[in-house]
Every structure is written in C-alpha cells, then in structure tokens.
C-alpha cells in the first residue's frame, strides 16, 4: 500500500516543486514520505534540475540529469551516522574531516564536491524543499559542475553528496 501511496504523490510533487522551484514562489508543502528511497531522491534532484530554479533571487537555467553513485552513498550515510550519534549538525565529520576528505576516503575520486546536510525533516520531500529555500544549498542542487549524487538519512539527519568524477 505504501508503494502505492508514494507513486501517486511522487509525480504530484515533483510537479509542485518543479513549478515553484522555476519561479521566485516558495514551493508548496508535499505528501510526506516517512522513508528514504535513493530511486526517489535521484528522481526529484533531477526534475528540480531539469525545469531550472530560482535560488535566492538568482535564476538557475535547466541543467543536466545527475547519477546516483554508491560511492557517495556510502560518504553520505556514513556522515549522517555520524551526526546522529553525536547529535550535533555539522559538515566537521568524525576527527574534524570535511566532505572533501569524506569522499575521497570512499574511494571516489573528484574534481568537485559538495554537501548539503539538514536535521529535523521528516521525509525527503521535507528536505528538499528546505534545501530549496537555502540559497547555498540550492545552488549546489542545481550546480552544472557536478554530476553524480550520493544521500543518505540517519534518524533526524540528512545529508546530500554532490560530485564530479576526478581524472
């Protein structure tokens, strides 16, 4: 039943945000998903991208499709993890390690990185919809300078992986 739920109300908002995202309006509140699908997140990543955005008063033209990358799954579930159990939101990871050195200690090999983390939301669309709001965090969604994602949930943590594969 819950698959059900989830793909009627996917489509209704990736509808939502893509139409609010390509304008200044704030974008509508979703149906609530109360898990995490990589599928899913990948999927409203990319319609944002594809009908372009507004980020702070800046508009983003339409950009590429990103890919999931395990590799940056991992980087992100692992920092996720790691913000639950020290319960404290921060890009600092474990032993001070920055996203930089998070990714590359996963074994992904970059040209360039960023990350988006947020705590309290309770579903994906929740998440992406704050991230939106988020000049910073916006403009790294819709960054055409990355092209692979990685994200992962961990309790009340999230947090979002953006890369370009290095030589």
Request: hydrophobic content about 40%; glycine content about 8%.
């Amino acid at each position: 039943m819950k698959v059900r739920i989830l793909s009627f109300f996917l489509p209704v908002f990736l509808l939502l945000t893509a139409v609010a995202c390509s304008s200044s309006k704030r974008p509508r509140s979703a149906a609530n998903d109360d898990g995490f699908s990589s599928r899913g997140f990948l999927q409203w990543i990319n319609t944002i991208r594809a009908r372009g955005c507004n980020c702070g008063g800046r508009n983003y033209p339409p950009a590429p499709a990103v890919s999931w990358n395990n590799k940056l799954e991992n980087a992100a579930a692992a920092h996720s993890n790691y913000m639950q159990r020290s319960g404290r939101l921060s890009h600092s990871g474990r032993n001070g390690m920055m996203p930089e050195k998070r990714v590359s200690a996963s074994g992904y090999r970059w040209s360039a990185v960023a990350e988006n983390i947020a705590m309290g939301q309770r579903s994906t669309a929740e998440v992406i919809q704050s991230w939106l709001q988020s000049p910073q965090h916006c403009r790294n969604m819709m960054s055409r300078g990355v092209t692979e994602i990685g994200a992962a949930r961990s309790g009340a943590y999230w947090t979002l992986i953006l890369a370009a594969p290095g030589l």
